[in-house]
Nanobody
């Protein structure tokens, strides 16, 4: 089993910055694709970014591209989501997820096997 624990959420002003962390424990994950998703009230869960653990290749949603950066630290077994210039519409619960089935990346949350509990990000205007 794999355990994912997110941290770093909170209240941030629009235009500021925030870094989310996802600590990973359990089975080895050299083959995993790690993703960040988010879910705002009344909306479906949506893909934000993903990183392939083996070579750190990254993928972004159109809304995240240019503002957010996903990265992984293999020594710390941690995935990060650096959020720069957040907007009020980025307000959501952010989830870290791991997939053993995806080989490149996927926006489909159903293909991710393990999930964290989520961390709330609120962007104020």
């Amino acid at each position: 089993q794999v355990q994912l624990v997110e941290s770093g959420g909170g209240l941030v002003e629009a235009g500021g910055s925030l870094r989310l962390s996802c600590a990973i424990s359990g089975r080895t994950f050299s083959r995993y694709v790690m993703g960040w998703f988010r879910q705002a009230p009344g909306k479906e869960r949506e893909f934000v970014a993903a990183v392939r653990w083996s070579d750190a290749v990254t993928y972004y949603s159109d809304s995240a591209k240019g503002r957010f950066t996903i990265s992984r630290d293999s020594a710390k077994n941690t995935v990060y989501l650096q959020m720069n210039s957040p907007k009020t519409e980025d307000t959501a619960v952010y989830y870290c997820a791991a997939s053993v089935r995806v080989t490149l990346y996927s926006r489909n949350s159903a293909l991710y096997d393990y999930w964290g509990q989520g961390t709330q990000v609120t962007v104020s205007s």
